[in-house]
């Protein structure tokens, strides 16, 4: 059973930058989907960025492309999302999850598509 728990979240103003770090355990081989999803109240959850470890490609969401990126830290054992030039809007709950394999590309911000799941961490962003 993979773990994950998420940490980073703050308040900030617009503008301002975090980093959110999702810390892994349980795999059971190096080759997964690890995602980052946010849902604001009343707003469905939705994919921001998803890395495909061991080696695999990133994908970021088209709208936050330019101002977000997720990678990996294999020392540490974290996926890391790092958010510049936030925006209130960019205020939710951030979730990290987990697949337990490489997701084809049409699943990659599927939130049924992933299996494991942090508790989240909140980022308000203040205009």
Not at 37 to 48: H, I, Y
Not at 82 to 102: G, H
């Amino acid at each position: 059973q993979v773990q994950l728990v998420e940490s980073g979240g703050d308040s900030v103003q617009a503008g301002g930058s975090l980093r959110l770090s999702c810390a892994a355990s349980g795999y059971t081989h190096d080759k997964n989907s690890v995602a980052w999803f946010r849902q604001a109240p009343g707003k469905e959850r939705e994919g921001v960025a998803v890395i495909k470890t061991g080696g695999g490609p990133t994908f970021v969401a088209g709208s936050l492309e330019g101002r977000f990126t997720i990678s990996q830290d294999k020392a540490e054992s974290t996926v890391n999302l790092q958010m510049d030039s936030l925006k209130p809007e960019d205020t939710a709950m951030y979730y990290c999850a987990a697949s337990a394999d490489w997701l084809p590309l049409k699943d990659l911000f599927r939130p049924s598509a992933y299996n494991s799941w942090g508790q989240g961490t909140q980022v308000t962003v203040s205009s």
